[in-house]
Nanobody, 124 residues
Framework: QVHLVESGGGSVQAGGSLRLSCAAS????????MGWFRQAPGKEREGVGG????????YYADSVKGRFTISQDNAKSTVYLQMNSLKPEDTAMYYC?????????????????WGQGTQVTVSS
């Protein structure tokens, strides 16, 4: 089992920045990939990006590419989502997720563990 806890959400004006953290505990050595997803009110959940724990390769949705950066600190079993140049359309609940091998980024069904989410609100 893997337990995930997100933190770092909040309210910010457009153009601002936030850094989300996802702290993992439990059988973290078994996780192969970590992903970030978000869900805005009235919309389906969508993938933001993710990182493969082995080689730290990262992937991003087109909507956040160049603005968001995912990184990891394996010693702390923590994954980060640095969000810059935030836009009102980035407003959503952000979820961290973890998956075992094999794991395809942006495929929700490949992620077996989910955090409770952290709210990000961007005002114009």
């Amino acid at each position: 089992q893997v337990h995930l806890v997100e933190s770092g959400g909040g309210s910010v004006q457009a153009g601002g920045s936030l850094r989300l953290s996802c702290a993992a505990s439990g059988n973290t050595d078994s996780t192969y990939c970590m992903g970030w997803f978000r869900q805005a009110p009235g919309k389906e959940r969508e993938g933001v990006g993710g990182i493969y724990r082995g080689d730290s390769a990262t992937y991003y949705a087109d909507s956040v590419k160049g603005r968001f950066t995912i990184s990891q600190d394996n010693a702390k079993s923590t994954v980060y989502l640095q969000m810059n140049s935030l836009k009102p359309e980035d407003t959503a609940m952000y979820y961290c997720a973890a998956g075992h091998f094999p794991c395809r980024m942006f495929w929700e069904t490949d992620f077996g563990y989910w955090g409770q989410g952290t709210q990000v609100t961007v005002s114009s």
